[in-house]
């Protein structure tokens, strides 16, 4: 079998599978957000916390939920890993410094992942289980409150009230979370990925000296890793490591696992709405910018420039055997495009216009199908200014299902677009206009560039992945990659739940002759467009100077 067909084929078979699990998924989460009910260890968890489940909240009060949960979260990560030299099972490793314990804590907690450590040589058994697991799970859990939360702020009429964020927060780790990451750890462990407690050990000669490798709890942090978009790896080599990844099969359904929740929450957007055609529609454009990046993906790998890599059969530079072209660019672009942040091969490795695609990837927004809550809240973001774009096409006020989009919404969904890239372009500038920074690219040129700049993007975006050329492990890098990390995730938390007060608060006006289709193909093209668009007016010169450049060599 060619690797071009190998590829096509688990692209065929990743998509026939996320098919099978859209509808009873995205079903099942719409009942749990819309369910009166609470399930007795839930109740036992409000006892614990203080919390009134039942009790509604307008967006401030839901706002103020979302951040004193996560600084705490930050709080208390930091505290763990910095006391690590005195805590059992740490395998003796000694406790992590002051700037990369903030830059861990503030990477883990806004469900980037960024790792700026070698994983199995600094963390032990208790920060990886009950600090960095942990987060994994909960920093999901938030970001699918928050877009539940713009759901009801579509659905809802007359009322500022969008939910409760502890019963949000609650029912995603109890209801959807922990049940699939369970069966996921054991197909894993089934698969050869490995689950224990052990400690360091010697497991053969290397290059003339002995190699030790620690083990761990890793099949249960590779699948909520994979399913919260989270990204961060037990080892450094992340999934391109045998024990996180040993078989093309678990590299297909660790890809399986990225998409499920964020494929899913499309139809749970529809059914909470009561407008399944609509969440069809959301579906439909992420799903076109996928495939899309995905088959530039492939072409620029397999594209057989020069006699090295005709004799390899493609770019085969930083990639695993075991995946070869067609799963390592099926997982570098469904990462890149879904804040995951996890790699099987690594992209600073690739053609340059394939690094340009994780690259860019990343610069959409992460909402094709982005992080899980994450990419539906930017997509339906997006959504807004398409419409609104639309509406000053035609010369009448925009809707979108029954809702004005007026000034104030506008004006909160600009906020949004515009946060992330200012973050990135402007910590880039810095970093390269500044001395320092730039001793820890190992590249020069247009590479050195790109290593800069992914980072920022990476981070940002709260994707987590990273060229890995760049030692980022310096002050600096720690200090303003974990600021990025925690403006990127929780300011345009606050332009989302605005929104979504400001669209609860209005009555639904009722479909005319005039209303633009949202739930047609001629909306969804044109949502795809504004995406593109406005991602290309604001990064091309960044680009141009950075793999475009290198690309065009």
């Not at 289980?129 to 699918?144: D, E, K, P, R, Y």
């Amino acid at each position: 079998m060619s690797p071009v067909l190998a590829g096509v084929l688990q692209l065929l078979a990743l998509t026939a599978a996320l098919a099978l699990a859209h509808v009873p998924l995205g079903n099942h989460m719409a009942r749990v957000y819309s369910s009166p009910r609470h399930l007795r260890v839930e109740k036992w968890i409000y006892k614990g916390i203080g919390a009134d489940p039942d009790t509604e909240m307008r967006w401030p009060a839901y706002l103020r939920g979302v951040l004193a949960f996560s600084l705490a979260g930050v709080l208390f990560l930091y505290l763990l890993q910095r006391l690590q030299g005195v805590l059992p099972g740490s395998l003796g490793f000694a406790s992590i410094d002051p700037d990369q314990a903030f830059n861990t804590a503030a990477s883990f907690v806004a469900n980037t992942n960024w790792q700026s450590y070698y994983g199995e040589q600094a963390m032990g058994h208790v920060v990886q289980t009950a600090g960095l697991a942990v987060q994994n799970f909960v920093s999901a859990a938030v970001g699918i409150a928050v877009a539940v939360a713009l759901v009801r702020g579509f659905a809802r009429s007359r009322t500022g009230e969008l939910g409760n964020f502890w019963a949000d927060l609650v029912r995603g780790v109890v209801r959807v979370l922990v049940p699939i990451a369970a069966v996921g750890a054991v197909i894993l462990v089934a698969c050869g990925v490995i689950q224990n407690f052990s400690g360091i050990h010697e497991v053969g000669q290397f290059m003339g000296g002995t190699q030790e490798w620690n083990g761990g709890a890793v099949a249960s942090q590779e699948v909520i890793k994979e399913l919260g978009t989270n990204g961060g790896g037990y080892f450094n080599a992340n999934s391109a490591h045998p024990f996180e990844n040993p078989t093309p099969f678990t590299n297909l359904f660790e890809i399986f696992l990225i998409l499920l929740i964020p494929v899913a929450l499309t139809r749970t957007f529809g059914v909470m709405t009561g407008s399944v055609r609509q969440g069809y529609a959301i579906l439909g454009t992420m799903a076109a910018i996928w495939a899309g990046f995905v088959a530039l993906m492939m072409w620029t790998e397999f594209a057989h420039h020069g006699p090295a890599l005709q004799a390899a059969g493609g770019a085969m530079e930083g990639k695993e055997l075991r995946f070869g072209i067609g799963g390592s660019s099926l997982f570098a672009v469904t990462t890149t495009l879904t804040s995951t942040g996890a790699v099987d091969s690594f992209h600073s490795s690739y053609t340059g216009l394939g690094g340009g695609i994780t690259m860019l990837g990343m610069m959409l927004g992460e909402i094709a199908p982005g992080g899980v809550g994450s990419g539906l809240y930017g997509m339906l973001v997006m959504a807004v200014v398409a419409v609104f774009v639309a509406g000053l096409m035609v010369g009448r006020t925009p809707e979108y299902l029954g809702k004005k989009i007026g000034t104030r919404e506008i004006k909160f969904a600009a906020c949004y677009i515009l946060i992330t890239p200012a973050l990135v372009l402007v910590f880039t500038a810095a970093a390269m206009a500044l001395p320092t920074p730039g001793d820890s690219m190992t590249n020069s040129g247009a590479h050195g560039f790109s290593e800069i700049l992914y980072a920022y993007t990476s981070a940002s975006n709260n994707n987590g992945s990273a060229f890995a050329g760049l030692n980022a492990d310096t002050q600096w890098f720690n200090s303003t990659l974990g600021l990025a990390m925690l403006l990127g995730r929780f300011v345009p938390m606050v332009f989302v739940l605005a929104l979504a007060g400001s669209l609860a608060r209005q009555q639904p006006v009722p479909a005319t002759a005039g209303t633009l289709r949202t739930e047609k193909p001629l909306f969804a093209g044109l949502l795809a467009g504004a995406v593109l668009i406005i991602t290309g007016l604001t990064y091309f010169p960044a680009l141009a100077l950075g793999p475009l450049a290198e690309g065009l060599a």
